[in-house]
């Protein structure tokens, strides 16, 4: 793949969403803010996945429909191949939205019950003025594509299997030849032997169809076996980002270290010898998070500085980013004169 190939599918600066809330807030007098997401930079190249993960109310989900553009942006930029998206209307989306498309979480809430599944696989291609015999005979090729009987494309989806559903909605979101394809947890409704073979199958169609993946989860272990690239984010933002081997190898962020501390290794041995790293308490309200860092209510390593200044997204000697004070070089670390305040439980 050339340089060109690789050039970023879509791109988001400071992209940043927030929901005002009913009532006032006593500590500013003012509307309160749900701060969903906070100034998030990430990028998808062409033929890559980039795996964004983080507990349930991190922002993943919000973060994935800022990008495709199904919700208004309350300040940053996204761009998708090469044009600002941020402010565009509805009707001059219209001629893009075939270019991005997204798989649900669960494939049975994603498909009309009342339709046969052919009906929800060619309705994309229905909108974009193809024909009836032309729409079908697309859907057949997308079935074969995906691993699906042709068969099955005239059954009710309550027909099909949870595993030939969620292949029935990757084929509806391959049917307009997009260039990004959003993933949202879309193997954690799957029991562990048919997530394994969707994983398989979107890697294949990766490398057939040059496809850009932005792929969510709250699991480690399955965005490993599909990501060049992970993000890692907390209360609205990306704590930490980088090659995907180098994360599990060497993870900078405590939140990063305690994910990937959480996730079972089938040696019992091993297993045991693990330390581990347990977080305690839930993840704070995006309404009202932590001041400094958002991580610090949480954190094992937590430093006085931690509850004063905001950690600033640092970029380490290998091109990963990190927003942690552990590896801040500035004032609020220098000379070491910090208060390291070591968690007891």
Same mark, same amino acid.
């Given at each position: 793949m050339t340089a060109d190939d690789r050039a970023p599918?879509?791109?988001?600066?400071?992209?940043?969403?927030?929901?005002?809330?009913?009532?006032?807030?006593?500590?500013?007098?003012?509307?309160?803010?749900?701060?969903?997401?906070?100034?998030?930079?990430?990028?998808?190249?062409?033929?890559?996945? +980039?795996?964004?993960? #983080?507990? =349930? $109310?991190?922002?993943?989900?919000?973060? !994935? %429909?800022?990008?495709?553009? *199904?919700?208004?942006?309350?300040?940053?930029?996204?761009?998708?191949?090469?044009?600002?998206?941020?402010?565009?209307?509805?009707?001059?989306?219209?001629?893009?939205?075939?270019?991005?498309?997204?798989?649900?979480?669960?494939?049975?809430?994603?498909?009309?019950?009342?339709?046969?599944?052919?009906?929800?696989?060619?309705?994309? +291609?229905?909108?974009? #003025?193809? =024909? $009836?015999?032309?729409?079908?005979?697309? !859907? %057949?090729?997308?079935?074969? *594509?995906?691993?699906?009987?042709?068969?099955?494309?005239?059954?009710?989806?309550?027909?099909?299997?949870?595993?030939?559903?969620?292949?029935?909605?990757?084929?509806?979101?391959?049917?307009?030849?997009?260039?990004?394809?959003?993933?949202d947890e879309p193997v954690s409704a799957l029991d562990v032997s048919t997530q394994a073979q969707v994983v398989n199958l979107l890697q294949d169609l990766q490398r057939e169809l040059g496809l850009a993946f932005l792929f969510i989860a709250h699991d480690l272990a399955v965005v490993r076996h599909v990501s060049e690239r992970i993000a890692v984010m907390y209360l609205g933002q990306v704590v930490e980002e980088g090659p995907a081997h180098r994360l599990y190898e060497a993870p900078t962020h405590p939140y990063t270290q305690a994910l990937l501390s959480a996730i079972p290794v089938p040696n019992p041995a091993v297993q045991r010898s693990r330390p581990r790293i347990v977080l305690h308490g839930e993840i704070p309200s995006p309404a009202s998070p932590p001041s400094g860092c958002r991580f610090r209510t949480r954190c094992p390593y937590v430093m006085e500085v931690c509850a004063e200044v905001e950690p600033p997204a640092t970029t380490t000697p290998d091109g990963s980013i990190t927003r942690c004070h552990l590896h801040t070089e500035g004032p609020s670390l220098a000379g070491g004169s910090v208060n390291l305040l070591l968690r007891k439980d």
């Open positions: 599918v879509v791109r988001t600066e400071g992209l940043t969403k927030h929901f005002p809330l009913r009532g006032v807030s006593r500590r500013s007098g003012g509307s309160r803010i749900l701060r969903a997401v906070d100034g998030v930079d990430l990028r998808v190249d062409a033929g890559t996945t +980039l795996g964004l993960v #983080g507990e =349930s $109310g991190s922002g993943k989900s919000t973060l !994935a %429909r800022l990008v495709l553009r *199904l919700m208004p942006v309350t300040a940053g930029r996204v761009w998708f191949d090469g044009t600002d998206i941020t402010d565009l209307s509805a009707r001059a989306l219209r001629p893009l939205r075939h270019g991005m498309q997204l798989v649900f979480q669960d494939p049975y809430s994603s498909f009309d019950p009342q339709a046969t599944v052919i009906d929800s696989v060619i309705e994309p +291609l229905l909108a974009q #003025g193809g =024909s $009836g015999a032309e729409c079908r005979d697309r !859907a %057949r090729d997308l079935f074969d *594509l995906v691993g699906l009987a042709t068969d099955h494309l005239d059954r009710s989806p309550r027909e099909l299997s949870g595993g030939q559903l969620q292949r029935a909605g990757i084929a509806r979101a391959l049917a307009t030849n997009p260039r990004l394809v959003v993933m």
